[in-house]
Nanobody, 126 residues
Framework: QVQLVESGGDSVHTGGSLKLSCTGS????????MAWFRQAPGKEREGVAA???????TYNSSVEGRFTISQDNEKMSLYLQMDSLKSEDTAVYFC????????????????????WGQGTQVTVSS
């Protein structure tokens, strides 16, 4: 069983930067497949970025070029560097993980991840 805890969410102005962190615990694994999702009030949860444990990444087109996902396998940690933030980036951001790999086509699909964090709030104002 894997437990995930996010941190780093804050309130910033348009154009600012934040770095989110996610720390895993509850077991030792050779590799975790992890991703970031976000959900704004009244909207469905959407995939932001995913990483396959070997350096391969997948990004939502709305954040590509502005956000960077990275992973520390030994520490079971996940990070999301967010630059050039926009008001539409405002949401609760969730960390997700799974022990299995299903290919890049499923990387941003929330249903393929079995483990989730509690979320951290990111607010971007003009």
């Amino acid at each position: 069983q894997v437990q995930l805890v996010e941190s780093g969410g804050d309130s910033v102005h348009t154009g600012g930067s934040l770095k989110l962190s996610c720390t895993g615990s509850g077991g030792a694994y050779s590799r975790l497949y992890m991703a970031w999702f976000r959900q704004a009030p009244g909207k469905e949860r959407e995939g932001v970025a995913a990483i396959d444990g070997r350096g391969g990444t997948t990004y939502n087109s709305s954040v590509e070029g502005r956000f960077t996902i990275s992973q520390d396998n030994e520490k079971m940690s996940l990070y999301l560097q967010m630059d050039s933030l926009k008001s539409e980036d405002t949401a609760v951001y969730f960390c997700a993980a799974d022990l299995s790999y299903y290919g890049r086509s499923y990387a941003l699909h929330p249903g393929r991840y079995n483990y989730w964090g509690q979320g951290t709030q990111v607010t971007v104002s003009s």
